[in-house]
């Protein structure tokens, strides 16, 4: 830290100093702003040392290269800013084109009851509150997981072992939530926890490689995707595209096998892998959006159904299913960007 003491010289002095002055005063234009800045000096006490610094470069003959800097440390906030509002935009672009594009092709014909009645919203409005308390869930576990180098000490050991272990317990905690009665709901919620929990172990590995930003993208454009489909699902015609289940599941099939081929087809086999590759990746992103417009469906018949007294109102286990819809449809967004990065390097 320097300190810079100033002495006001008298005007006899100053005249003989005068030839000595005039020479600099030429070339640098600092002390002619110096020369005609009042005597007393604003306080300083309440002045961060940032300030303090860059003024004091400011007064200095190679402030030059400093003020660049300056300069393009003052326009990075406003790239970013750019760039914010550009992936905004391409979100709500996302969702405003789902909409209208499923609507115009597959929503012609529109519920005929009126409008969807209170019981149904209240329904699926609760399933949409479980879907993203589930999904905060595992957001918060596996960035605890990345903290913690749980994930780490994961990729170190066996990986079919994890593997196979984590499905396990997933299918175990998923199946017991389903079996556990909506009243019971200290096990319940106990359960639903726990297949958060593993959710978000197979979650973090990829989480704890991609960048923040590009996070935040596939998260962006996960839930305008998302949010246009339900939309769409929830205006369509009663019970429209519950015939659709049956075809999900043998694309479900297709993907899944597609998803193992990089483990029996030899590295040779380059165009094999690159179509598997992108059945995963594209078909994957096309079959889960298609199973969150049945899943809307199918609470809302559901809704229908606890209405009359035939089930058990059960938003938990309606929102595993949109939870599963969510994560498949945000892994597939964080590859595809992560893609498209690396092809730009």
């Not at 002095?13 to 002390?31: E, F, G, Q």
């Not at 519950?242 to 990089?262: E, K, M, N």
């Not at 199973?291 to 609470?299: A, G, S």
């Amino acid at each position: 830290m320097s300190f810079t003491i100033t002495v006001r010289q008298g005007p006899a002095r100053l005249v003989t100093r005068l030839p000595t002055v005039a020479k600099p005063s030429l070339r640098i234009s600092a002390p002619l702003r110096a020369f005609h800045q009042p005597a007393s000096k604003p306080s300083t006490f309440f002045t961060s040392r940032a300030t303090l610094a860059s003024s004091t470069l400011r007064a200095t003959p190679k402030n030059a290269f400093f003020q660049s800097r300056a300069y393009n440390q003052q326009s990075a906030p406003a790239a970013d800013q750019g760039s914010l509002v550009r992936r905004l935009l391409t979100g709500g672009a996302i969702f405003g084109g789902t909409v209208v594009a499923i609507n115009a092709i597959f929503n012609r014909e529109t519920r005929e009851d009126g409008g969807m009645p209170a019981y149904e919203r209240s329904y699926l409005n609760s399933t949409f509150m479980h879907t993203g308390l589930g999904i905060g869930i595992i957001g918060l576990t596996a960035r605890q997981m990345i903290q913690t180098g749980f994930v780490y000490r994961l990729m170190v050991t066996s990986p079919w072992a994890v593997a196979i272990g984590g499905l396990a317990l997933s299918f175990g905690t998923m199946i017991g939530t389903r079996a556990v009665d909506p009243e019971n709901y200290i096990p319940k919620y106990a359960l639903w926890t726990a297949f958060n929990a593993t959710q978000a172990a197979f979650v973090a590995p990829l989480l704890a490689f991609a960048p923040g930003a590009l996070i935040a993208r596939a998260g962006l454009y996960t839930v305008a995707m998302m949010g246009s489909i339900s939309f769409v699902g929830a205006t369509a015609k009663q019970e429209k595209y519950l015939y659709i289940g049956g075809p999900l599941l043998a694309g479900a099939a297709l993907v899944a096998v597609s998803g193992f081929a990089p483990l029996i087809l030899p590295a040779t086999a380059v165009r094999t892998l690159a179509f598997t590759e992108n059945i995963w990746l594209y078909g994957g992103l096309a079959l889960f959006g298609g199973f969150t417009l049945y899943d809307v469906q199918k609470i809302l018949h559901h809704g229908r159904m606890a209405e009359r007294g035939i089930i058990k109102k059960d938003p938990v286990n309606e929102s595993i299913s949109l939870e599963l819809d969510f994560l498949n449809i945000f892994i597939r967004m964080v590859q595809i960007l992560m893609l498209q990065q690396n092809r730009r390097k």
